[in-house]
């Protein structure tokens, strides 16, 4: 009984030591061939930051089951990849003190398409799934469908509110008309009654 106490016990002190990290990745980025893009990545931990802080990315061409290790931040040093796809085009340009791990990869191709999956450690807390994010490469960038739909929205609200303004401006046009028939007429008469009275007079 003693045992299962301490056990019980070690592993509460292990759990409060050691609580879980949160990655963040954006989910997927397009870039034109020969632009250069940067791969945001951070986390969220209840810790403050540890010296100790890692960040290490990975990358996984389209059609590969074997991902391979391009990045990795450790010690207050960034080791660069300076043999695979992105040797002399790949830059670190997060800041590690504010949980930015982010890169900067450099004039992009159509092979450099796949999944770059980031990975993070903030000593104590060191348990969390990694994030990770597509890359897709266009000759041009295609039109989100997004994009397509909030213009068709604009477009139809524009047309709403120039019909609302074309149906007050024309009620305002006919009131107009309307009110200077009725004071040209009350004029009319006005002056055929002092006619007739001059007449009778």
Known sequence: MLAVLVSIVS???VAQQCQAIVIYTGWERHALVGSDIRLSCSFFSWRWTSEDVTFSWTYRPDGSRDSISIFHYTGGEAYLDNKGPFKDRLEFVGNPGRRDG???IKNLD???NGTFTCD???PPDIVGRPSSVRLLVFEKVPIQAGVIT??????VLGLLVLVVVIYYL???LV???VFSLNVSKHGKKKK???QQRQIKV
């Not at 909030?150 to 477009?155: C, H, L, R, S």
């Open 11 to 13: 592993l509460g002190i």
């Open 102 to 104: 982010s890169i900067l």
């Open 110 to 112: 159509f092979n450099d």
């Open 120 to 122: 993070a450690k903030n």
């Open 150 to 155: 909030g213009a068709i929205i604009g477009v």
């Open 170 to 172: 024309m009620r305002f």
């Open 175 to 177: 009131a107009r008309r």
């Open 192 to 194: 055929e009654g002092s």
